[in-house]
Nanobody
């Protein structure tokens, strides 16, 4: 059974920083892409940043220059460094990973439970 466990959310003032982590565990043969999504109250689920197994990244326009996604393939972990946070970054952040569990299974999307990020003075 594959699990994604997030950590690092919390309350921060505008202009502050937070670092989110998401570790995948369980039966894992390989991990393709990993990503962070977020959902704010009353808004749609949106992609924040993604990273391929080779390290190529993409970002939502709203976070470019402020957020950095990275991964540690040896530890099956993805990170999101968030700098210069704004109140509009307030949301529940979800980790996503495209994982192949065994030789006999296909790539499957897995999701973490979500971690709250609140940016407020």
């Amino acid at each position: 059974q594959v699990q994604l466990v997030e950590s690092g959310g919390g309350l921060v003032q505008p202009g502050g920083s937070l670092r989110l982590s998401c570790a995948a565990s369980g039966s894992i043969l390989s991990i393709n892409s990993m990503a962070w999504y977020r959902q704010a109250p009353g808004k749609q689920h949106e992609l924040v940043a993604g990273i391929t197994s080779g390290g190529s990244t993409n970002y939502a326009d709203s976070v470019k220059g402020r957020f950095t996604i990275s991964r540690d393939n040896a530890k099956n972990t993805v990170f999101l460094q968030m700098n210069n946070l704004k109140p509009e970054d307030t949301a529940v952040y979800y980790c996503n990973a495209d994982i192949r569990a065994t030789l006999f299974t296909r790539q499957t999307d897995y999701w973490g439970q979500g971690t709250q990020v609140t940016v407020s003075s």
